[in-house]
């Protein structure tokens, strides 16, 4: 017998698909003791979230996030709505006991952030950010290689998020779905919307990032606003490129922008150590690329036998793929949030919280934060990360 997790979603845009495709999935592939309910959609326009609850099998719709929370029926609040609503609706779930995932960026700032962290664990709910390219089968694999010694001593990481959809001058900023280019809305730009995600990665895979140096480009100036119908200046960050000092003496580079042409989700790492490199690019997502220089506690593998391995990542002994199809057949984006939300339900069930919880994306937000400072003061700044 499975126990319901009853799940008020907020938001039916891009997350709300997503994730609402992860709560009705989830229990099929992944043994657990509990199992997602749909029980409301909230969003403003009703007529539209009606259309959305008929279609994923939501049994009731709000139009207010306040009464969804109000509801003694939902358990989870699951917040897939813009960036500057993510403080308050957060902040009121804690308050009323409800278990709380939460969309990246967690927050606007850092203070917001650390609000909220204290929020839900002065409640002691369980609480998750959705930095769902951590539950990449490849990403995972990569994460285990580190903690297996296979790369040893770290000396650079080498991050590029790149999208193309921002070019045109003509493209509005504010309102629905373009909401990303209005700073009031998304907080920033590239940085807290894509880099978020190298950061959270990087950090995962290299440890704690301590100081960075950063530039950002605003290319396109003024754009039409969609609410005001005016034409206002452009706040947000167009493309970050930032250097990193890591904690534990490895280097780094981080590039975002969406103005790199052809490129449309163009995520990708590296990590070089003195036994291995691995290398992932998001648009191939099923590979993994791994230079095996010395294997751990082995001896250097002969000159003439080495060379990047590509590594298929189907196999039922890569993360999370006995859960889903034979070796060979691949999974793709959806499933990273089906992952992250069988690890969450797990960590209920077990006593073992998953991450990354509100605490370990106040340490991404950290990284943000002193980054867009270092563009403007052009100077080193400290993020203040603890891991
Ligand atoms: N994890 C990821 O890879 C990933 C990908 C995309 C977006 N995101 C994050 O998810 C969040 C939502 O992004 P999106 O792309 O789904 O946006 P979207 O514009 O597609 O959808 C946003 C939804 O929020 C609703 N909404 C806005 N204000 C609201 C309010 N006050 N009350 C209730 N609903 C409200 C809108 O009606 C819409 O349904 C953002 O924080 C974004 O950064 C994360």
């Known amino acids: 017998m499975t126990k319901p997790l009853n799940v008020g979603m907020i938001g039916y845009g891009f997350m709300g698909r997503a994730h609402s495709n992860a709560y009705l999935k989830v229990s099929r592939f992944f043994p657990l003791a509990h199992q997602p309910v749909l029980k409301a959609i909230c969003a403003r326009n009703k007529e539209k979230a009606d259309a959305f609850a008929q279609n994923w099998g939501y049994e009731s719709v709000e139009t207010d996030w306040r009464k969804l929370i109000e509801r003694s029926d939902i358990d989870l609040i699951d917040i897939g709505s813009p960036n500057n609503t993510h403080l308050e609706i957060a902040l009121a779930a804690a308050k009323a006991g409800k278990m709380i995932l939460c969309e990246k960026p967690l927050a606007m700032t850092v203070a917001e952030a650390e609000q909220m962290t204290e929020a839900v664990e002065k409640a002691g709910i369980p609480n998750m950010v959705w930095f769902n390219y951590r539950r990449v089968p490849a990403i995972s694999l990569a994460k285990s290689f580190v903690d297996e010694g296979r790369i040893g001593r770290a000396f650079h990481y080498r991050a590029c998020y790149l999208q193309d959809w921002t070019i045109a001058e003509d493209v509005p900023q504010g309102g629905a779905a373009l909401w990303r280019l209005d700073v009031d809305v998304a907080g920033s730009g590239v940085t807290g919307d894509l880099l978020a995600h190298s950061i959270d990665t990087a950090m995962w895979l290299?440890?704690?990032?301590?100081?960075?140096?950063?530039?950002?480009?605003?290319f396109v100036?003024?754009?039409?606003?969609?609410?005001?119908?005016?034409?206002?200046?452009?706040?947000?960050?167009?493309a970050c490129m930032f250097l990193a000092k890591f904690a534990n003496g490895s280097i780094g580079t981080f590039e975002s922008t969406r103005y790199a042409r052809g490129r449309k989700n163009f995520n990708t790492f590296e990590l070089n150590g003195a036994d291995g490199s691995v290398h992932f690019n998001l648009e191939d997502p099923q590979y993994l690329d791994y230079f095996e220089y010395r294997a751990p506690g082995g001896p250097k593998v002969p000159g003439h036998t080495?060379?990047?391995?590509?590594?298929?990542?189907?196999?039922?002994?890569?993360?999370?793929?006995?859960?889903?199809?034979?070796?060979?057949?691949?999974?793709?984006?959806?499933?990273?949030?089906?992952?992250?939300?069988a690890d969450f339900i797990a960590g209920i069930e077990t006593g073992k919280p998953t991450q990354p919880d509100f605490r370990n994306a106040l340490q991404t937000q950290r990284v943000c934060d002193a980054v867009l400072k270092s563009a403007k003061t052009r100077q080193w700044e400290k993020t203040g990360v603890t891991l």
């Open 306 to 341: 080495t060379g990047w391995r590509r590594i298929h990542v189907t196999n039922a002994e890569h993360p999370y793929m006995d859960k889903w199809w034979v070796p060979g057949c691949t999974v793709g984006y959806e499933h990273t949030f089906i992952n992250a939300l």
């Open 221 to 238: 100036k003024e754009r039409l606003h969609q609410e005001t119908g005016k034409m206002q200046p452009v706040g947000i960050d167009d």
């Open 206 to 218: 290299n440890g704690a990032i301590a100081e960075v140096s950063a530039a950002t480009e605003t």
